[in-house]
Antibody, heavy 116, light 112 residues
Framework: EVQLVESGGDLVQPGGSLRLSCAAS????????MTWVRQAPGKGLEWVAS????????YYVDSVKGRFTISRDNAKRSLYLQMNSLRDEDTAVYYC?????????WGRGALVTVSS | DVVMTQSPLSLPVTLGQPASISCRSS???????????LHWFQQRPGQSPRRLIY???NRDSGVPDRFSGSGSGTDFTLKFSRVEAEDVGVYYC?????????FGQGTNVEIK
């Protein structure tokens, strides 16, 4: 069974930093690209960033470019999202998602709240 | 960016009756590899999204056959042959052909 378990969500002040992690199991992690998708409270889904299987290519939505960094450690079967210069509008549940075209599996999400 | 437009945004339905959701994209979703990466997701209250349909019309494992997807190019539809109580939630279409990936606004399905 595929499992994606996010961690690292927290309350952080504007301008602060946070690192999300996602532990993957139940599939060949090195064979899949990975993605982060977020959902602000009461709002729809927004794609945030994706990374290729070997980390050779990364992609970001414009609103997080230069502030967020997606990375992975294939030996640890883990996906990460380093978030810097956080803004109020980054408040959301962040989902770890398998793939970058077809999104077959989603984690339960990690809540990030940016507030003073 | 490819804009995904769903309609309606709210869909009150009667149990046992058919229903459908439309999703239109601002550009063709046919990829250079020949595939059309248009997918449908269901998000029940308090849960993570779950993929129902991938590449227009392929039902995911465990998804009831009352759900079906169709369409091509820029015009797509999710159909319920008969709505059941467990179908309450928000449904999103999403395109995986172009960067950035984009989702529709979501359609809230509720029982009348």
């Amino acid at each position: 069974e595929v499992q994606l378990v996010e961690s690292g969500g927290d309350l952080v002040q504007p301008g602060g930093s946070l690192r999300l992690s996602c532990a993957a199991s139940g599939f060949t992690f090195t064979g899949d690209s990975m993605t982060w998708v977020r959902q602000a409270p009461g709002k729809g889904l927004e794609w945030v960033a994706s990374i290729r299987e070997d980390g050779s290519e990364v992609y970001y939505v414009d609103s997080v470019k230069g502030r967020f960094t997606i990375s992975r450690d294939n030996a640890k079967r883990s996906l990460y999202l380093q978030m810097n210069s956080l803004r109020d509008e980054d408040t959301a549940v962040y989902y770890c998602v398998r793939g970058f075209r077809v999104f077959p599996n989603w984690g339960r999400g990690a809540l990030v709240t940016v507030s003073s | 960016d490819v804009v995904m437009t769903q309609s309606p945004l709210s869909l009150p339905v009667t149990l046992g009756q058919p229903a459908s959701i439309s999703c239109r994209s601002s550009q063709s979703l046919v990829h250079s590899d020949g595939n059309t990466y248009l997918h449908w997701f269901q998000q029940r209250p308090g849960q993570s999204p779950r993929r129902l349909i991938y590449k227009v019309s392929n039902r995911d494992s465990g998804v009831p056959d009352r759900f079906s997807g169709s369409g091509s190019g820029t015009d797509f539809t999710l159909k319920f042959s008969r709505v059941e109580a467990e179908d309450v939630g928000v449904y999103y279409c999403m395109q995986g052909t172009h960067w950035p990936r984009t989702f529709g606004q979501g359609t809230n399905v509720e029982i009348k």
